[in-house]
Each structure stands twice: as C-alpha cells, then as structure tokens.
C-alpha cells in the first residue's frame, strides 16, 4: 500500500474539512460549499472519503480538497494530509531524506516550474493549449531557459551528479565543457510519483525538434506514466499518448488520468496488468490516427496491441464523436464549463475492444474488406470465446455489416480439433463397439480443460463452465448440443452414454467444489451479495456492507458460480460512479415519467431496486401490478423497468410453462396484459408459487425419471385493466393506478429510451453501491418497521407481505438521503399513503369480486324485489321486539327477516334497516346453485363443505362488504345447531 492509500485509510475527510474550514454539518450536507457558497449542496461521502459540491461541479478525496482549497501542489498536498494524519511518508520511514539524486531531480523540477511563465511559455502553455494555471502548478509544468546546469551548481551539486542524472552532457567538441540535456525554450513535463521526480519529457513549441526526453538509462526505473500516482488512486482510468491530452483531461476536472508520452511499451503494459487485474476499469482514450501497413503502431494499433495484452482486464474505448485528431483538440474545441460532463458522456458511450473493432470494419468499403477486417484481428474466434448473451449482442451487430445468420455462425463453428482427434481415434479400430469410452472422454476433458473449468456441487452434480456458459455434465439437452457441436457424438449412439458418465467422473476428480447459484446468490449470514450481470471477461460483482468487489465468476475464494441470466445485456461496472449521480438520472429518466401518483412511484422504484437484496425476504416476495386503462402509461413503465434492468425490452405474451423457466433464470418477469380469463388455475398457481417463494418438482429434461426443482424467484410485475379477483392474489399484490392525468408531457418515448440504454452502466452501478453502503450495513433496522406495522397498520391487507414491505421501507429511507430534488414528503408519510392505498384498493377488489358476497348480495336483491312485488305488511316474529317483514322464496327455500327503517340522523335525511336470515351450509348451497342457474351463472360451490370452508376464509371481507355473520358463544361460525344441525346466521345492514 503506498502513501496515497495509506493517508486516504487514516483519514476522516469530514473531521478535516470542517476543520480547515471552520463551516458546520447539517444533515446532509455542508452549510456552504467553501468554493462557490452555495447552500445544501456540498456533501461528504464518509463511507468512500470522497467529496462533492452539486452547484460547482468539483469534487474529489482528502488530496484533491487540500490542493484546491489551500492551493497547493499535489506533493505539498500529500505533505499537508500526511501531517493532518500523524502519517510517516514512505520515503521517511526509509531514511531520513531523499538521495542526492532525488533532490537533484526535484530541484530541476522546482527550477523548471519557476521559470513557467516566462520566455514565452505563457503563450504556449495557457494562450495556445489552452491549459489552465491551477494544472500547471498541479502538474509542476515547467519551461526550459538552458541554465539549469549553472543553476544547480550553485545549489551545491557537482558537475558528476548532474551528468549522472542525465540533465547535463558533455561537449564532446569543447572537452570540459557542459550543458543542459534539455535545450532553451521548451516546455518540460516533470513525471512524479508519491513525491519523487522519475523522469522529465518535452515539447518544442516551435515543432523545429522532436520531442525527447530522459535516456532510459537516467530515468527512474519504477516509471511508467505521466501522473503516474493516478494509478494507485484510482478504480478508474483513462489512458491517453501524451502530456497535453493528460492536461487537458486534467483541465477538465477530472484527475484519474495517465499518459504514455510515446508508444506503449511491454513494460507500460505489465504495469497496467499488475494494476488494473483485479478491479480496475481502464478506458482507451487514443488519437485518432492509424497506419494500415503497420496495424500495431499508432492510436489504433496501441488500442489493438493493449487490448490483446490484457484479455483479463476491463478495457472500454472512447469513439470520438467528432473528426478530431486527438483528446486535446476535442476538449479544447468545448466551453471549459462543458468539459468534464463530455468526457462523462464519453465515458458512458465508451465501447468494448470486439465493438470497437466491428465500428472499424464498418468503416471499409465493401463487405469482402469488413469480412477480412475481422477475419485479420481473429474477431470471430473472440467472438465465440464469450457467453451466450454477448456472442448475441455482437452477432446483431455482425448482422449491421452486412453478413448473414448462416455464415456468422459458420465462422463462429468451433471444437475443429477436438472433433478430428476423436474422428482419428475411431477410424483406427474396427468398430465404434471396440471404442474405450475413457480415452475419449479423456479428450473431451482435457479440450474442455484448456479453455474452460469442472466444479462440482454440494450434490456431487457436475458442471462445466465453457465460453462463461453452465451446463451440467450429464444427458440434458443444452450438453448434449454442446458435446455434439463439439465432437459430433451422441449420446444415443456408440460410444454413447458411457462417454457421458465417464467425462462426469473425470470432471468430478478435477473440478473444484463451488456452491452454484442462479443469477443472484446471497449469503444472509454474511450479509453478503452475489451478482451475476454478464459482464464482460466472465466478471460477477460481490457486495458486501463495507465493499463492492469484481471477482471472476466460479474461480473465487468463495467458490461461488453463478449462471447468466439469458435476457441481460452485458453491464459494466463503474466504480467512480456516485449513488446521487445515479439516483439523479433514475429520477429524470424513470420516476419522472411514471404515470402515477408520487407515493407510488416511490413503491414501484423500492420494488424495483429491491431486485438485488429480494432473498434477505426468504419467504415473500409480492407482485406488483400495474392497473390502468388503455393508454394510461402502465406498459410504458413495465418496458422502461426492462431497459434498465435488461438493457432491452421482452414484453410480450408467455405460457405457464415458459414462466416459470424465465422467473427461474432472470431477476424480473413482466407478464403483460394479464385479465382475469387468462388466470387459469396453472397460472394462479405460479403467480402463488412467485409470492411465497416456493418451488415446484418437475421432470428432469433429457432423462425418464430424474427430478429437479423450479424455483421461481424473480419479481413478478403484472399489467392489467381488471382488478384481481382472487383474494389469495389481492392480498399478494401491490397495486398502481396509473392514468393519463399523470403523464408527463414533454416523454419522448424513443429519447426516454436510449437514454436510459445510455446511463444504464451509470445509474445500476449506482444502486449497486447503495446497497453497499446503505442497506446491507442496515439490514437490522427493519426490526424497526415491522414494528411500526405492526402497531400502526396491525391487520392491513398486505400483512403477510410484512417482512418485504420492510425491506421496501429501509430502501426508500436510506434512498431519499440521495433525492435532493423537489423531495416534500418523509419516509414515515410516503410509506404510509403505500398501505392507506394499498388497503383502499384491496377492500374494494376484494368486495367487489368475492363469490360469497356477490351471491348474498344477488340472493338479497331478488329478495327485496319480490317482497315490494307482494305488497308486505309488518308483522310480529318470535325474537324480534318490534314489527318486522318477512318472507320466504318459494324456490329457494330460506325465509328472510327484513326491520323497519329507523332515522339515523338528527336531519332525519338518512335511515337503517336490517335484513337477517338463518340457513345451513346446505340451505344456502342449494339455494346459490337455483339462483345461478335462473341467472346463467356457475355455483362455485359445489358443495356444502366447499362452501363452509371458504365462509370461515373470507369471514373478515363479509364485514366489509356490509355483511355480519352472527354468532353465539361455544359456536365457532354457527348461531346455533338445533337437531344437529348447524345453522348461520347472516345480518345485513342497509342505509338509506
């Protein structure tokens, strides 16, 4: 760990800036930004030790605060936070001062830096290039005046030790005599790294000599690039040729960049190997030039020639948007002001090496030259070396070229080797019989073993990982297809399945023990979480409450494997990305444009984010549906979720079957368009099966008695016109009205869209790092919700939803930390008007589509219809005080009491009256099955037990749909049981 890590570990930047500053903390942010004074816009990041003003624009950790602050250099900043700390630099732990040649070198540094802004190099540096004097003085720019040998001899340093430096030479014509390597008026480039000089480059502003610098014989051997301490500070960098592109990045505001000045070298490239392996995301930002005959030199040969050196390493490539020769000229052509957001636009339309390489053929001329484009830089073989969702993405864009389907998966065709080895070993015996089936699953393994890994699981099954695709090696149709693409062979045929069991043995003895996960795994003891989102070099993301890390997926210390989901377009990570930048483009591009009342799209963006932390609710997890009329915005939002998440849209129609193998794969199902005709029993039960997290035994593809679980654990959204009339759905679902009031009437469906594809790296990472740092670290308070529910809401329609609603509840609270704009309403408020709706909605669905109060309520109107037909007069009735009516349906059997109406208000404008009858189970049954059949309606009781059984289910909902079932003490449900037989009593009350 160098000084830079190690000071940024020590420090507490909040403690710091309030004391260099003076200035207080409010709840969420500075009281001021001490840079531009603005209010409740300058927050501190005590989780990441970074800091940002969102009116400035500035931002950055505890070095970058102290230079801008105090206006000091880098190195006196290091100086200044080493002593804020009590930290011992590195160089002082060693000896008590730098060598003779350190000094040496930094004095020239100094006296070099000195002389900046004199003869003429003001015009070049700040009125030519453009540079500004805060990154001149950060970067110690410096100008030569050919005196710098004079110079450092009076400060005490021998003509040896300048030579040796290799800052002077001797001249060779006038022997004894001296002068500086570095001839008069040039721009000097001082190369530092932890506060040391390692090397000086050049420029001639007069272009009369070439650039030129130290020989490598003088240079410092730990050097390698031009503000070279970015390396270490850093989780993203930008790589580009040369000094004034550093400084014009540098310009921008934004500091994790690094120059080559000259052409890559190997030594360059191990050292982006060693630093950029494990979870560095390096960006290639070269001039805009290339060579055809030498495709290995210039901007697009470094491109090619680092991108093949570092297969492991996350590379991203700027396309230029513009004819511009290099990243000076297209950042000095913009406003100053503009700069940093372009390279942040840059950074977010940055391409993979395969792309990037298709863009260059696209480029040529004929179809003939893009073929052999690709062809020339093996773009095929590459192709096919990568999953199954990213050879998808690059197959779509080979198609944009021009080729056709056929003849890209021609070239895609591999296993050639393997196939003709195992075809050599047959044809020297007499028959496929006398075929050893270990030999040749001995070449299947060690082909499968030299481009990919065997892992076996707790259950002792075999998995084969494979151009990052899973199969388990056994006879299931994705291997078979794999081994006979492979091998031609079958299992069916001989050698048969005896290749397939010994391969599985074999791959069992080699492979390494994983625990294998679908696309997310969690460890709930660890508070820790396993994401599988298909980027690139067979990358999966672990989250923890104290770090996000990238880790290879299956060769991990924490031996976990995990599939790709078959509908995510590849995402990539981005470390420097901040929770509020993130939080700020999904409010723009997708809570602003919801349909919907506020407080709901709060619960639908909770819903949504809750994606990545669902198993912390093991056992719940709601739907959520989406309820409108036509054109009401409700799909709108469904495909919006799609894009973000999946980075395209798969709306359409699906089976049962189909469900259940998508919601078993990939985080989220939309299910669009789902009434209540096509809710048939199979599709309830998977919509039941979702909402308790269950899993259903099936059939094991590919075999006759092998058994496997289907657990479908993605979040389930459903849109809609109807209301669910299921109360066992009802009571899962979270419901949201969408309607055309609430649209939004500057959405451009099209331009909402690409931009979302646009931030969708931007705004996911994001909410990767608010879990991370806001609900795996307080996972514990939603102890505290379930609480509140429980006292404020006890017995709310969603109450078997309690634990997720919890879990909803923490991250709308840690999340509205970030939602600085227009934010009116509290968590506690916005959480509450969730159930108060939620409640609403349900009692009237629920009223308004349960059987039993759809009967009684038919059964009653026939009733009073044929009562006001008879004419009744009151009458006397045993267990009544006064007079009441009553009659008896001469077919249905049951006789109903009905009391006079009595006033209820001091107005005497509204009235009461009761309507009770007494039935058994049987009664009521035969007389629902003579209503239904006079109505053209199907009894769903079919039974007197049937219909017994659900009464005492939807006992509660009778109370709200206006219906009390009477009873006595000792009697369960019944008003009394007379001869043995159980009778109820219903009472009904009717306000006028």
């Known amino acids: 760990m160098n000084d830079f890590e190690e000071i940024k570990r020590a420090a507490d930047l909040k403690a710091i800036i309030l004391s260099e500053t003076g200035l207080q903390m409010g709840k969420n942010h500075l009281e001021s930004c001490p840079f531009c004074d603005g209010h409740d816009c300058f927050s501190i990041n005590t989780k990441k030790e970074q800091y940002k003003c969102f009116q400035c624009d500035t931002g950055g950790d505890i070095f970058d605060f102290i230079a801008k602050y105090h206006g000091v250099t880098e190195r006196e900043a290091l100086l200044k936070a080493a002593d804020l700390v009590g930290h011992t630099l590195s160089q002082h732990k060693k000896s008590a001062r730098l060598s003779k040649n350190d000094k040496l070198l930094l004095s020239a540094a100094e006296y070099y830096h000195h002389h900046m802004l004199t003869n003429g190099a003001k015009k070049y540096l700040m009125d030519q290039r453009g540079h500004s004097m805060e990154t001149l003085e950060r970067m110690k720019v410096g100008w030569t005046d050919g005196k710098l040998l004079f110079n450092l001899q009076e400060q005490g340093f021998t003509i040896d030790e300048i030579l040796e430096s290799g800052l002077a030479r001797a001249d060779k014509k006038n022997p004894g005599r001296h002068y500086d390597f570095f001839g008069k008026g040039l721009a000097i480039f001082p190369h530092f790294e932890n506060g040391r000089a390692l090397h000086f480059t050049i420029k001639d502003p007069e272009k009369k000599r070439p650039s030129y610098q130290l020989p490598a014989t003088q240079r410092h051997k730990k050097w390698r690039f031009y503000n070279q301490d970015a390396l270490f500070r850093y989780d993203e960098l930008i790589l580009v040729e040369g000094e004034n592109d550093t400084l014009s990045v540098l310009d921008s505001g934004v500091r994790q960049v690094i120059g080559m000045t000259g052409q890559i070298s190997e030594e360059q490239i191990k050292s982006l190997a060693a630093h950029c392996k494990s979870k560095k995301h390096l960006y290639l930002w070269m001039d805009n030039d290339f060579d055809h005959s030498k495709p290995y030199t210039k901007g697009y040969g470094y491109i090619r020639k680092i991108s093949e050196s570092l297969p492991g390493v996350n590379i991203r490539i700027f396309v230029y948007p513009g004819n511009f020769n290099d990243p000076d000229e297209y950042l000095q052509h913009l406003a100053r002001d503009k700069r940093r957001n372009a390279i942040c636009q840059l950074r977010i339309e940055s391409v993979d090496y395969i792309t990037w390489e298709i863009l260059q053929a696209e480029a040529k001329a004929t179809l003939e030259d893009k073929v052999e484009h690709l062809n020339q830089f093996n773009l095929f073989q590459q192709i096919s070396q990568r999953s199954h969702i990213e050879q998808q993405v690059y197959i779509e864009k080979l198609e944009e070229l021009g080729l056709n389907l056929k003849s890209i998966h021609q070239e895609l065709e591999t296993g050639g080797g ?181 407080t709901q799209k709060y619960l639908l963006l909770c819903w949504f984010i809750s994606t990545f932390v669902s198993d912390f609710s093991p056992h719940v997890a709601p739907l959520l549906k989406a309820a409108g009329e036509t054109a009401s915005g409700k799909t709108t939002a469904a495909r919006l979720l799609e894009y973000l998440l999946y980075g395209d849209e798969h709306l359409g129609e699906i089976s049962v079957a189909g469900a259940y193998a998508d919601a078993s794969q990939n985080p989220m199902l939309v299910i669009d368009n789902l009434e209540n005709q096509d809710i048939k029993q199979e599709m309830l039960k998977f919509l039941l099966l979702v909402a308790t997290r269950g899993s259903k035994v099936k059939r094991k593809g590919g075999t006759e008695s092998g058994v496997t679980e289907e657990s479908p654990k993605a979040l389930v959204m459903v849109t809609a016109i109807e209301p669910f009339v299921k109360s066992e759905l009802i009571n899962r679902t979270f419901e949201i009205s969408f309607a055309k009031q609430y649209h939004n009437e500057g959405f451009i469906d099209d331009e909402v869209t690409r931009q979302i594809l646009k931030k969708r790296d931007i705004i996911l990472s994001g909410l990767l790092k608010l879990i991370q740092k806001e609900i795996l670290p307080n996972l514990k308070k939603r102890t505290a919700y379930i609480t509140a529910l429980n006292v404020d809401h006890k017995g709310h329609s969603k109450d078997r939803m309690n634990a997720y609603l919890a879990l909803m509840m923490l991250i709308l609270d840690r999340t509205l930390n970030y939602w600085d704009v227009g934010l009116h309403l509290k968590a506690p408020d916005i959480w509450h008007n969730w159930i108060t709706t939620q409640d609403q909605l349900a009692r009237e669905h629920e009223v308004s589509s349960n059987d039993i109060l759809k009967l009684l309520d038919g059964l009653i109107r026939e009733y009073r219809l044929r009562m006001n037909e008879q004419e009744l007069r009151p009458q006397c009735v045993y267990g009544y005080e006064e007079e009441v009516y009553q009659y008896t349906h001469p077919e249905y059997g049951i006789s109903i009491t009905r009391t006079l109406p009595k006033f209820i208000d001091d107005n005497r404008e509204h009235t009461e009256a009761f309507i009770e009858f007494e039935a058994t189970s049987k009664d009521l049954t035969y007389a629902f099955t003579r209503f239904c059949k006079n109505n053209g309606l199907a009894n769903p009781y079919s039974s007197a037990a049937i219909f017994g059984s659900r009464l005492k289910n939807d006992r509660k909902l009778l109370v709200k749909g206006g219906w009390e079932l009477v009873t006595k003490e000792d009697n369960g449900t019944y008003f009394k049981v007379v001869r043995g037989q159980r009778y109820l009593r219903f009472r009904h009350r009717l306000i006028r």
Not at 453 to 482: C, Q
Not at 547 to 575: C, M, R, V
């Open 418 to 598: 393997l196939r003709q080895r195992i075809t050599e070993y047959l044809e020297n015996l007499n028959s496929k019989r006398d075929a050893n089936p270990n030999s040749i699953a001995d070449l299947i393994h060690d082909h499968f073993s030299d481009g990919g890994r065997f892992f076996r699981d707790d259950d002792d099954k075999v998995y084969l990982m494979w151009h990052h695709n899973i199969y388990e090696v056994s006879t299931n149709r994705p291997f078979n297809a794999l081994i006979k693409r492979e091998t031609g062979l079958l299992p069916t045929e001989q050698p048969g399945r005896s290749v397939w069991e010994s391969l599985a043995s074999e791959g069992y003895n080699s492979g390494r023990k994983i625990d294998l996960g679908g696309w997310l795994h969690t460890d709930r003891g660890a508070d820790t979480v396993y994401i599988n989102l298909n980027s690139s070099n067979n990358i999966i993301i672990k989250i923890t409450p104290t770090a996000i890390e990238e880790i290879q997926n299956g060769l991990n210390q924490d031996h976990i494997l995990l599939q790709s989901s078959s509908k995510i377009k590849p995402f990539n990570y981005l470390p420097e990305t901040t929770i509020e930048e993130a939080v700020s483009e999904l409010r723009k591009l997708l809570f602003d444009n919801l349909s919907c009342e506020t």
